[in-house]
């Protein structure tokens, strides 16, 4: 017996050396950023945390700051058409972070605005500004768009994040915390080992893909994307494609924007800035989608419920339509990009930066020409 409990101590000691001589690795490879940001999250893939879901939920303790901190949120138009090293040298007022989720519905949305919140602990910090992008294309039930056969349905990428490493367990519920949020990096100091061999195991992958392929992945590249041009089978797959995302359902989800109205009113109450930014479409996906027509109704409904409030601002984009400006029937090319960054950085520069709680005033149409925004769709 005492042969065999030596056994285990060397072992469970070999062990522990090793977990702990990877963790070292980790931070020579990938050292802990600095707290304070920005913080542009669609990087990632070069990071240890490897996608944005994961670098979200893990990394979200460097927005906890008392600075002030421009934090853009939404889908993954809104992840390529604002592009934060753009917007932060125009915005000296604020740190910019990007923070869209491909795939995201306003649940998931809902989700990254609560982490943060939650981590952000400092009674003094000052107010959050944060910029949701929203197209029609978000507001289906996240039991529709979160039905993968490998989760439990309605489980977003958010969650399933929270509940790889149990810093969350599942319960009836939903997920509860099983590790504070003033925890946070302990725990994920406690896992980079584990980090930086699933960052190993993917790289291995990604080589593997460029040997036999020669690609790192199966998405685009910045260059194929601006010479993309959709033909008229493309665009009609892409209809019946967001019609099945929908749910085959005749309109927009009420639930969802509901969703939106509920926390846009909490982030305005407890004294935080929302700019909700109505993000446009190629114009043939626009004129053909049986939901673009409930969608801006029900949102200039909501922009009316708050556009008394002086830390609110929506703003259209929709003369930013052409056809040929989108590699595919919702993501800006880089050229298009550029324009949405430069319009954002203007309206933000008036709205973020101003020490007064004043109404500005910006035309929904032509952000570039103002100086400022109001809620006029």
Known sequence: MRYILRQAALTFASFAFLYVLIGGLSYLVFPDPSHGGPRDFQVAERTLFMTVPKYVFLGR?????????????????????????????????????????????????????????????????????????????????????FADPDRNRGESDLDIEKYRYGFYRRTANGPVAVLPSKWLDAGVMAIRPLLLVEKAAREARTGVNLLLTGRRSAQRTEVEREAAVMSEQDKKKALEYWQESMGFKRGISETQFNLL???????????????????????????????????????????????????????????????LDYSDEVHAKRHLANIWSDRLAGILSSFACREKTNKPKVSSRAPEQATAASSDH
């Open 261 to 323: 109205s509920s926390t846009v009113a909490s982030l305005l109450d407890s004294g935080e800035r929302v700019v909700l930014v109505d993000l446009p479409i190629p114009s043939w996906h626009r004129d053909a989608s049986p939901y673009q027509l409930g969608y801006e109704q029900k949102l200039q409904e909501l922009s009316g419920q708050f556009k008394e409030r002086s830390n609110f601002i929506s703003i259209s984009m929709g003369d930013l339509d052409g056809d």
């Open 61 to 145: 303790s460097v927005l906890d700051t008392p600075d002030s901190k421009v934090l853009i949120v939404g889908a993954s138009n809104t992840a390529v058409g604002f592009i934060q090293k753009l917007i932060q040298p125009k915005l000296a007022c604020a740190k910019v972070s990007n923070l869209a989720m491909g795939g995201a519905n306003i649940s998931e949305v809902a989700q990254v605005i609560d982490l943060v919140r939650e981590t952000q602990s400092r009674p003094s910090a000052a107010p959050n500004t944060f910029v949701i992008g929203v197209w029609y294309g978000m507001f289906a039930d996240s039991d529709i768009r």
